[in-house]
């Protein structure tokens, strides 16, 4: 166990619609960050957050969007779901800075018929 | 910049040596080395840092060189518990901005 907590851990839905990934960090990791991965892709860097600021941003579409909160959970938005947004999204956590390791949740399996 | 991982894939016997590299085209400053097995979630093995310093794992060692901005990743006498995905990352400069990214990926299957 990581100590990272994603919900739901599989959804469910259909194109178009919009959905909230949840994710809690490990207790005092101060930096989260988004991954999406595609059917045995690799992981593809979404967006970072530390301490409640986005401090970088990936590949991440304008239909996406995050955020963190100040008890530095943090939530993945998705919105007009294409086919192709069906991954598995992985939320991780560090410490921050270039020495700290992270730690990935389970990830969220988002499925979109 | 996604970091360039090569070899894409990797079949060995168990007690065979592997390497796995790692390049990029930025310079780098610290390299994050992540184990994946199918249908888990990614897990830490390594950070190497510029400078030298070195953080990891006891059976998996690896290099750091500034100045090809290459690491390599080495596994000796593998063992089926080996098998998965590996993943560099290229890390984050410190407090600021902080992208770790990773490369594509190296898939290695142990076999008996």
């Known amino acids: 166990d990581s100590g990272v907590t994603q919900t739901p851990k599989h959804l469910i839905t259909a194109t178009g619609q919009r959905v909230t990934l949840r994710c809690s960090p490990r207790?005092?990791?101060?930096?989260v960050y988004w991954y999406q991965q595609s059917l045995d892709q690799g992981l593809q860097f979404l967006i970072q957050y530390y301490n409640g600021e986005e401090r970088a941003k990936g590949n991440i579409l304008e239909r996406f969007s995050a955020q963190q909160f100040p008890d530095l959970h943090s939530e993945l938005n998705l919105s007009s779901l294409e086919l192709g947004d069906s991954a598995l999204y992985f939320c991780?956590?560090?410490?921050?800075?270039?020495?700290?390791?992270?730690?990935f949740g389970q990830g969220t399996r988002l499925t979109v018929v | 910049q996604q970091p360039v991982q090569s070899p894409q894939a990797v079949i060995l016997r168990e007690g065979e040596d592997a390497v796995i590299n790692c390049s990029s085209s930025k310079a780098l400053y610290s390299v994050h080395w992540y184990r994946q097995k199918h249908g888990e979630a990614p897990v830490f093995l390594m950070i190497l840092l510029k400078g030298g310093e070195q953080k990891g794992h006891d059976k998996i060692s690896a290099s750091f060189n500034e100045k090809k901005q290459q690491s390599s990743l080495y596994l000796t006498a593998s063992q089926l518990s080996y098998s998965g995905t590996y993943f560099c990352g290229t890390g984050p400069r410190g407090q600021g901005a902080q992208k770790l990214v990773f490369g594509q990926g190296t898939r290695l299957t142990i076999n008996p």
């Open positions: 991780a956590s560090s410490r921050g800075g270039a020495w700290a390791e992270a730690f």
């Open positions: 207790s005092g990791d101060l930096s």
